[in-house]
């Protein structure tokens, strides 16, 4: 229960929903445990009547023995004693003060017109009906505020965990599926709304009945309701027991769940790559072993939960026998003054326990699975992100100044020593390319700028100010970034390259996608700009992908602009096409273009050559040739590739 305690700030939020819902639960059980009363009353009235008409007849019968056959009496009439009034007729005739006080009103007035016993029925049945719709209406009521109440939480925490999932840093992505976090917004708080709304709503109401009827059944025979009562205990401890185990297993399922999830994720996306190797059977296969676990464990799960139901029927049941049996024995040896109204006041009020009391074990379980997940929840609300915006951030306009300082960064989930004692100047509106072999540490130069991380030793200025200390988001605002792993938004080819706009911009769109050279196969597309790409633009072919990606980066109008490998899918002519519009877009601004390969139509500021993350090289393309070195071996390889003897 301790986990639960994160959802108490929404409880709060809502009070007066939630204590306006609790007014209705108990209104509406109010009005319900009148109706025991009154059919009692109505049975004691039917006893009575009974009785009368049979001493009635009894002394019709009497009389006409004592007449002569002549018709003349035998001498002065005798009249019998009248027999012995019974606890019955006590228990009718003395004052209701065990009864409700509108119920003993109803009696009163009844008794005081001296009313006939058919009239008396019509009335009870009609108060019993008038009863019925008030209860229900305040029932109505109840689930109208609670459970939308839950409805409202449930949002709430949603925007709550998508806002929180936002705000973690990227490390905390690569060492958690998409499967798991989609699990746990969906799946988790699913079973939290779960608490929120229905065990909160039936937990009140079956207090507040038993709470009523205990009330009055003490009142009313308080022995009696003792021997009613005494399976409750035995019941009480058989939940605690299967609660216990509850609990362990709803985790446990709950993590398979995730498993579950993410495989069919990953599958889902991947299925282009499962298909090309024809994988399908080892896929399902892999998925059937999950999904076997977890229906294992459900299905075990189930089974003891399934002990709930029987066992309630079972003390509900042994309770109306106790309630019958040993009520039948005190009317018919007339103690405690217990009357047939009596038995069965007592057999309503624990028929009207059964729905309650049955609900302890469900609501049990609801509360156990929502504490469960609200563990669930609470390790990645309660996990913080390792980049954070300084106290008194700066927020400034950039130009595009860049300096590393002696930066050395070890990547936390795998321990890769990616960039050691890394140096590098680069001043506004140069245009500087890094080149290297894959692993050499080209990425994470652009990760480092962007704070995605933060380096371990050393620090980074951009116009002499160190990065930690500007806003994370007006910086990342201020610096474009092409990625070299391409996603595309299952939205429209505007909606995708205006991503990082405030606003729609038509004309911008179109400019950025000229200078991507994608603007003539966007034109052929059946809807243009507003054609429909697919998930990760699933529609298109990697070039394409690659070209609004690039589209996305120059729309912003930046100062600084970072481009990661982004022309890798592209044919050589449309290279070309595009490096001589790139070369007409960076006028006046810093550029910082990150490849394996080396473009020599290009004419940069300077490159710098990237080893096992350490600069080796870095000159202009000229004067790297002329060192005759790593560049050189690398410019060499290259055009070997592209013309093969």
């Known amino acids: 229960m301790k986990h639960l305690k994160a959802v108490n700030k929404y409880l709060w939020k809502y009070r007066w929903r939630l204590l306006l819902g609790m007014v209705f639960v108990i209104l509406s059980n109010y009005f319900r445990i009148l109706t025991p009363q009154i059919t009692g009353y109505v049975v004691n ?36 004693p009248a027999s012995p009034i019974s606890p019955a007729d006590v228990a009718n005739t003395r004052d209701t003060v065990n009864y409700d006080i509108l119920v003993r009103k109803m009696i009163r007035v009844l008794d005081a017109r001296h009313s006939t016993f058919g009239y008396k029925v019509a009335v009870c049945g009609i108060t019993l009906l008038v009863l019925a719709l008030i209860s229900g209406f305040f029932l109505f009521l109840m689930r109208q505020t609670i459970i939308v109440m839950s409805r409202h939480i449930e949002y709430d925490q949603k925007k709550e965990i998508y806002a929180h999932y936002q705000q973690l840093d990227t490390n905390f992505y690569k060492t958690h599926s998409t499967g798991d976090l989609m699990s746990r917004m969906a799946e988790d708080v699913s079973r939290v709304r779960m608490y929120t709304g229905p065990a909160m709503m039936y937990l009140a109401n079956l207090l507040v009945t038993i709470g009523f009827s205990l009330f009055f059944m003490l009142r009313k025979d308080p022995l009696l309701s003792f021997y009613v009562l005494t399976p409750l205990p035995i019941l009480a401890i058989t939940i605690y027991y299967v609660n216990t185990i509850i609990h362990k297993r709803s985790e446990h399922i709950q993590a398979l769940l995730s498993n579950l999830t993410t495989n069919a994720q990953e599958s889902y996306s991947g299925i282009r790559v499962i298909k090309s190797f024809v994988q399908e059977n080892a896929m399902l296969r892999y998925f059937s072993h999950n999904s076997e676990e977890y229906r294992k464990n459900a299905v075990g799960l189930a089974k003891i939960e399934s002990i709930y139901f029987p066992s309630m029927g079972l003390m509900i049941g042994l309770s109306t026998l106790m309630a019958i049996m040993i009520g039948g024995i005190y009317v018919i040896y007339g103690r405690h003054n217990t009357d047939l109204g009596t038995i069965t006041e007592f057999v309503i009020y624990i028929t009207m326990l059964t729905f309650p009391v049955s609900a302890i074990g469900w609501v049990a379980s609801m509360v156990q699975r929502a504490s469960a997940s609200q563990k669930r929840l609470n390790e990645f609300l309660d996990t913080p992100s390792t980049i954070q915006n300084p106290p008194g951030p700066v927020a400034t306009p950039l130009h595009g100044n860049i300096s590393f300082h002696h930066v050395n960064f070890t990547y936390p989930n795998t321990g890769i020593h990616a960039l050691k004692e890394f140096n590098l100047e680069i001043r506004k509106g140069e245009k500087v390319v890094i080149i290297g072999r894959t692993g050499s540490g080209k990425t994470t130069i652009a990760q480092l700028l962007l704070r995605m991380y933060d380096p371990d030793k050393g620090k980074i200025l951009i116009d002499g100010a160190d990065l930690r200390h500007f806003d994370l988001q007006d910086l990342r605002r201020q610096i474009s970034y092409v990625p070299q792993d391409v996603f595309l938004f299952s939205d429209t080819v505007s909606g995708n390259i205006q991503f990082g706009l405030d606003h729609s911009d038509p004309e911008k769109v179109r400019q950025a996608a000229h200078y991507a050279s994608v603007d003539k196969e966007i034109d052929g597309f059946s809807e243009r700009y507003d054609t429909m790409i697919g998930e990760r633009g699933v529609t298109l072919s990697g070039g394409q992908k690659q070209r609004i990606s690039i589209a996305r980066g120059l729309i912003k109008d930046p100062e600084i602009i970072i481009f990661d490998d982004c022309l890798s899918a592209v044919d050589a002519k449309t290279e070309k096409e595009i490096l001589g519009n790139l070369y007409r877009y960076l006028q006046h601004k810093t550029a910082i273009i990150i490849t394996h390969r080396i473009f020599s139509l290009f004419d940069f500021d300077r490159i710098v050559v990237l080893d096992n993350g350490k600069i080796v090289e870095s000159g202009t393309h000229q004067e790297l040739m002329a060192l005759n070195g790593y560049y050189t071996y690398l410019y060499e390889q290259q055009q070997a590739e592209n013309n093969p003897a």
């Open 45 to 80: 009235s039917v006893n009575k009547e009974l009785r009368d008409n049979i001493a009635g007849q009894k002394a019709a019968t009497g009389s006409s023995l004592e007449k002569t056959p002549a018709g003349s009496t035998a001498g002065p009439q005798q009249v019998k």
